[in-house]
């Protein structure tokens, strides 16, 4: 059982918004706005898309775009393409005896 | 180009002791805190250890606490992670990943292609 708890899978048509939530504890998500998101093709290693919560590294498309209300952080991909078919991770800080933990992934179909 | 590249992965038995090596290019490699995070066959991400740029700071899941040991030589461009006393369950893809920002061991910018690591007899 993944520390951090995300859907299994969601789902949306191209054009559409859709925002993967992945909900820890207030020692974790909750305590550090250092939440970063991932973006893994099967077969390829993971991709940064978002770090330290809302923050984008260079050459991410701003159809992406991070959030946190509480102990839970949010994915959004708008205008959904084809190409962000994929599995969705991820991961929080979680202090200094646990260090770092990661959600279970959600996988993205595109319709 | 920045890269990262790892090896060192292979067949072992339950017991057994493997050393991963993951060789980096194109960025300042001193300068950055690495990780090592595993990824199970058909299953999700999980982080394993961190070391910070320097080599004096190392962090581990407590999974693999007292099995596993990081360590990197700067001199060589090179992170390495030494397994001792494997298990099943270890066996997994390991992927070295460089932190977004020099003491970040939580975010991930850049990561190796993997190699695999098989614990059965």
């Known amino acids: 059982q993944s520390a951090l708890t995300q859907p299994a899978s969601v789902s949306g048509s191209p054009g559409q918004s859709i925002t993967i939530s992945c909900t820890g504890t207030s020692s974790d998500v909750g305590s550090y706005n250092l939440v970063s998101w991932y973006q893994q093709h099967p077969g390829k290693a993971p991709k940064l898309m978002i770090y330290e919560g809302s923050k984008r590294p260079s050459g991410v498309s701003n159809r992406f775009s991070g959030s946190k209300s509480g102990n839970t952080a949010s994915l959004t991909i708008s205008g959904l393409q084809a190409e962000d078919e994929a599995d969705y991770y991820c991961?929080?800080?979680?202090?200094?005896?646990?260090?770092?933990?990661f959600g279970g992934g959600t996988k993205l179909t595109v319709l | 180009e920045v890269q990262l590249l790892e090896s060192g992965g292979g067949l072992v038995q339950p017991g057994g002791s493997l050393r991963l090596s993951c060789a980096a290019s194109?960025?300042?490699?001193?300068?950055?805190?690495m990780s090592w995070v595993r990824q199970a066959p058909g299953k999700g991400l999980e982080w394993v250890s961190a070391i910070s740029g320097s080599g004096g700071s190392t962090y581990y899941a407590d999974s693999v606490k007292g099995r596993f040991t990081i360590s990197r030589d700067n001199s060589k461009n090179t992170l390495y992670l030494q397994m001792n006393s494997l298990r099943a369950e270890d066996t997994a893809v390991y992927y070295c990943a460089k932190g977004v920002v020099p003491a970040a061991i939580m975010a991930f910018d850049i990561w190796g292609q993997g190699t695999m690591v098989t614990v059965s007899s």
């Open positions: 991961c929080s800080y979680a202090g200094s005896s646990t260090y770092v933990v």
């Open positions: 194109g960025f300042t490699f001193s300068s950055y805190a």
